[in-house]
């Protein structure tokens, strides 16, 4: 799927657009997978772990040596070609043995922690998805307050205008007219906050995808459906990806512990040299060599205490993660239904009915059917209604997105 060309046209439309620019999730997605700087780190890592396979299924490099004696401080190197000198020159190779299969255990150890910074990598794609989630839901429902209470704004102005009418007319007291201006400053600072909180969102969006400009970010997807719930997952949780490079990282640390155990089998060097003896034998003479450590296998405790201590930490870690992933899939599935049934319930209040019977009791209090008091109550209710069904559309999306990434499994599985 080449989605390269198309993220960076996107992200390049995005920088470049003056007004508001409606990106759909899967546009976003795309796009977070190009640029996103966690993604592109956590492919570094894994190419790191790549080239330290590479090292360590080398076996060790053979070493060329040199040297030359016998040069006299005195009488010097002496006269004539270089053949005629009277020093005496070696040149030798030499071999390292390594015993102890030390060679099959790096490469062992090098190939789960390669294995683990892929599913790293992949654990990290599913746990930046769901950020991208809750930064793309939590945008939609800024930009959703901000309608509203730009709305409420634009109402408040109007009734504030028709105040200063019927109070420079004798039809309203100002008092009242006072109390309409107390609440007109609650709306207007409201819209106020709701703008600066639609620029975090989009800030918080931009990051994610990689972008420096935000102001231009605009949610376009719609709300998840209201009936969509929190499903059991078929597959096996412990399937995973974060708990499978768990798994690769403990079998890394097993391998890191037959390594440093290794160790207590000495490695042997041997070599074969030449040297040409001038003035005693006049040719070259051929000979042998082998090297062999001195020392106790205790020497090597610090080491294998060292690589027990990481594995018991890995095993640590992984047990951790287990109970940690039983505990949070209860917790997530119940959320994901309350927060389900909490958004059925007050969608089920019908806003455009609850709308209506604002608009009623406005006008009601034009024609003198009802108080000022009565007014300011029934908008303030309102306001708290349009807040709270925002909110909880908010809360339903991402417990779905949540749910969804604590039981995603496959390999590049999307949410």
Known sequence: MNFLPRSAALLAALACAPAAWAISLQDARRAMDAHNPDLRAAALELRGAQGDALTAALRPAPELSLGTSKISPTHGVGSGRWQDKRVDSTVGLGFTWERGGKRTLRMRQADALVEAAGLEQLDMRRR???????????????????????????????????????????AMAPVDRARLAVDD????????????????????LALLLGMEESASLSADDAWPDASREAAGSAADPQQRVDLRAARSRLAAADAGVALARSERRRDIQWGVDAEREPTDINGVTWG???????????????????????????????????RQTWAALDQLQAGAEAAAQRRRDYEGLQADSARKAVQGIELAYRRGAASLTDLLDARRSWREFEAALIQARADHAIALARWSAATSVAEGETL
Do not use: W
């Not at 939590?138 to 105040?163: H, P, T």
């Not at 819209?191 to 918080?204: F, G, I, N």
């Open 128 to 170: 930046q998805q769901l950020a991208l989630h809750e930064a793309y839901f939590g945008l939609k429902a800024a930009q959703d307050v901000r309608d509203i209470a730009e709305a409420n704004r634009r109402s408040s102005a109007e009734q504030m205008a028709a105040a200063e009418r019927q109070v420079a007319s004798g």
């Open 185 to 204: 400053l609650a709306v207007a600072d409201a819209a106020r906050e709701a703008a600066l909180d639609l620029r975090d969102a989009q800030h918080t």
């Open 288 to 322: 042998v060599s082998v090297t062999i450590p001195l020392g106790a296998p205790s020497r090597a405790q610090g080491g294998i205490r060292r690589a027990e201590a990481d594995r018991d930490a890995a095993a640590l870690e992984l047990h951790a993660l287990q």
